[in-house]
Structures are given as structure tokens and as C-alpha cells.
Antibody
């Protein structure tokens, strides 16, 4: 069974940093592109970042470029999102998701339960 | 990476069909046949329902179907059931390995 478990969320002050993790199991993690999607309270889904299988190619939504870094450790079956210079508008539930074919298509077939990040003073 | 446009809400009675539209531009939906749909129940993670405009992952009932015309993709749910009540999101490739989601449509089964 494919399982994705996010952790690392919490309350952080504006301008602060946080690192999210996503532990994967039940599949060969290194075979799949991985993605972070967020959802602000009461709002819709927003794609945040995607990393290809080998980890060297990464893509971001414009609003987080230069502030967030997506990475992965295939030896540990783990995905990460390093977030810095956090703003109130980054407050959201952050989901990690697997893309079952390529980094080019939004075929996010498995999702974690999400971790809440709250940016507030 | 502008958001795709979906109606805020649609509704239908059990057994009826409903269609949810997802309007983008020539930079996303109009150019790429990489449109997916997701179903989200309250307090839950999204569920993968349709990919490549009209393909269903295994386990998704054939009551769910997708299509596209020009800059607009659509999700049709036939034979509505109470359990279909949820928020539905479309998502499209938007160039250069980026993605755009729609704002979400609340489906109410009357």
C-alpha cells in the first residue's frame, strides 16, 4: 500500500523558517516525481513545487521561488520542503503527492494527510 | 500560473448527471492534454479521479468521465450518488513543468 506521511508543520513567525518532511512507503520512491501542494484554510488547492526522480530538476510556483526549496533523499524514501522568509499567505495545509508517470503531467495519484503550517506573530 | 476557472457550485438529484467546467487559456488547458480532476471530501486529502483529460485510474467508477474542448475541460458525473457530494478540482499542466489548479467546485446532491 502506498503511504505518504507529512510532518514538520507548526506555528512560525513571519520571516521564519520551517522544514517539512514526507516519509514514503509501499513503493519504489526513487522511481517517481514528487510534488508539494498546499491548501490555505477554506481555500482551494495550489501547486507549490515538483522534483524529478533524481532530484536535480526542481520546479516552483512563482510565489515561492527563492524562498522554498524542494528536495528528496531517495536512500531515505523522503521528500522535503525547506521554507524560509515565511509570510502570512503561506499559511496552509501542505500535502505531498506522488506523480505516477512524469513530472510533466498532474497525475498525482497518492497524497499524504497533510501538515498544517501557520505563519503568525 | 493563473488559476483555472471553475463554477463555485453545481447541484443535481440522485441519478441525474452533472457537468463541471474548468476554463483555462491557450497557455494551459488549450495546449496540453494533461488535465486531471480530483475529488476532495471535507477534512480529507484530494483523491485522483481523472487524468490526461479523460482517463480513469483503476478503481474510479465509470460514472466519472472527462472531456476537453478548446480552453475548457469538463468533468461529467452520471448517475449521481449521495457519496459524490464533494469539492472537485481540475488541474492542468501550465508550461515549463508548472501546474495550475482550478478554484474548486462544490457538488451538492439534492
Amino acid at each position: 500500500e502506498v503511504k505518504l506521511v507529512e510532518s514538520g508543520g507548526g506555528l512560525v513567525q513571519p520571516g521564519g523558517s520551517l522544514r517539512l518532511s514526507c516519509a514514503a512507503s509501499g513503493f519504489t520512491f526513487s522511481f517517481y516525481p514528487m510534488t508539494w501542494v498546499r491548501q490555505a484554510p477554506g481555500k482551494g488547492l495550489e501547486w507549490v513545487a515538483t522534483v524529478k526522480q533524481e532530484g536535480s530538476e526542481r520546479y516552483y510556483v512563482e510565489s515561492v521561488k527563492g524562498r522554498f526549496t524542494i528536495s528528496r533523499d531517495n536512500a531515505r524514501d523522503s521528500l522535503y520542503l525547506q521554507m524560509s522568509s515565511l509570510r502570512a499567505e503561506d499559511t496552509a495545509v501542505y500535502y505531498c503527492a506522488r506523480a505516477f508517470r512524469s513530472a510533466y503531467s498532474p497525475d498525482f495519484d497518492s497524497w499524504g494527510q497533510g501538515t498544517l503550517v501557520t505563519v503568525s506573530s | 500560473q493563473s488559476a483555472l476557472t471553475q463554477p463555485r457550485s453545481v447541484s443535481g438529484s440522485p441519478g441525474q448527471s452533472v457537468t463541471i467546467s474548468c476554463t483555462g487559456t491557450s497557455s494551459d488547458v488549450g495546449t496540453y492534454d494533461y488535465v486531471s480532476w480530483f475529488q476532495q471530501l471535507p477534512g480529507k486529502a484530494p483523491k485522483f479521479m481523472i487524468y490526461d483529460v479523460n482517463k480513469r485510474p483503476s478503481g474510479v467508477p465509470d460514472r466519472f468521465s472527462g472531456s476537453k474542448s478548446g480552453n475548457t475541460a469538463s468533468l461529467t458525473i452520471s448517475g449521481l450518488q449521495a457519496e459524490d457530494e464533494a469539492v472537485y478540482y481540475c488541474c492542468s499542466h501550465a508550461g515549463s513543468y508548472t501546474f495550475a489548479f482550478g478554484g474548486g467546485t462544490q457538488l451538492t446532491v439534492l
